[in-house]
């Protein structure tokens, strides 16, 4: 297989709309320069977000903040060049430990993972793609619809080769190489504060660090994509989630060429492969091409 063969698909499962935009959307635009397919799923509508952007913060987009969420998504996958589908659940929310509420039926995370992993295979059967990303078994963060994710794409990889499950959303597909993305990592963000303290710019990501989640250790990092070029077309498809993100804010706060220059890969860790390959990678599809 060439670099432009249109056979090679790879599909991204993600919890709600923006998470392609903030996790390996600068891989996505690299793969969609060399002609790969590339699919989005989104697992939620994000319909139980909060809005982020103080300029956003009005009444009237409160009222309409699921339509809202779904332009939103449609700008993004408009500028990385893919395609999307929803799995249709809704955003579970971020529980509150000092007010814990029950989760709404149509929540993702109060989903029976069989059912839900079936949705997740009629697509992948359609699609066909070689290769799968999604999140690690914390879902990268702690939110339930992040660790639901991560569940269900596994259960929905596994069920979309067995012929016995799922007959009825079609044939049989075998994915080839299933991912985790390592993006958020406590590395990166290490490397990247101490660059910008160099230049006397501030240490942006102490308060990141801080988080519980970032300070546990992470398996290596398996896969390092060169797509430092492509991270001006993620940050336009972040802003394109203009209720999600600040553009003042922490996003963009490292200058492009600090990125480039300390960081210019996004990583991922290899779950598993049914094609021989060699760790370190440099490609999704090794071993495929």
């Known amino acids: 297989m060439t670099s432009t063969d249109p056979e090679l698909r790879l599909l991204h499962v993600h919890a709600h709309p923006d998470d392609e935009s903030s996790k390996g959307a600068a891989t996505t635009a690299y793969y969609v320069a060399q002609g790969v397919r590339v699919m989005v799923v989104s697992c939620t509508g994000g319909e139980r977000g909060d809005i982020l952007n103080a300029a956003m913060d009005t009444p009237g987009n409160w009222a ?20 999307h589908v929803w799995l ?10 000092d007010n814990p509420q029950p989760m709404a039926p149509g929540a993702f995370a109060a989903q029976d ?9 009629k697509i992948l059967r359609e699609f066909k793609p070689q290769v799968v990303t999604t999140y ?10 992040h660790v639901m994710t991560h569940t269900v794409s596994v259960a929905a990889v596994d ?29 990166r963000f290490t490397a990247l504060n101490e660059a910008m303290d160099a230049r006397g710019l501030g240490r942006p990501y102490d308060e990141r660090l ?13 896969t390092f994509i060169p797509c430092g070029e492509f991270f001006e077309v ?23 060429d600090i990125q480039q220059a300390v960081w210019p890969t996004e990583d991922f860790r290899l779950a598993w492969s049914k094609v021989p390959t060699v760790i370190p990678e440099t490609d999704l599809f090794a071993g495929l091409r």
């Open 64 to 83: 309409r903040l699921p339509e809202l969420r779904k332009e939103e998504m449609a700008r993004a996958a408009s500028i990385l060049g893919i395609e």
């Open 88 to 97: 249709g659940y809704e955003d579970s929310g971020f529980p509150d430990p």
């Open 113 to 121: 993972v069989d059912v839900a992993a079936g949705r997740l295979v």
């Open 136 to 145: 690690n078994e914390q879902g990268g963060y702690p939110h339930p619809d």
């Open 159 to 187: 069920a979309a080769a067995d012929p016995t499950l799922w007959p009825e959303h079609g044939a049989p597909w075998q994915v080839s190489k299933l991912y985790y993305d390592q993006g958020m990592s406590r590395d």
């Open 210 to 222: 801080s988080w519980p989640h970032l300070r546990e250790p992470m398996p290596p990092a398996t």
């Open 234 to 256: 993620r940050d336009r498809a972040l802003m394109a989630h203009a209720t999600q993100v600040d553009p003042t804010g922490s996003w963009f706060t490292v200058p492009l």
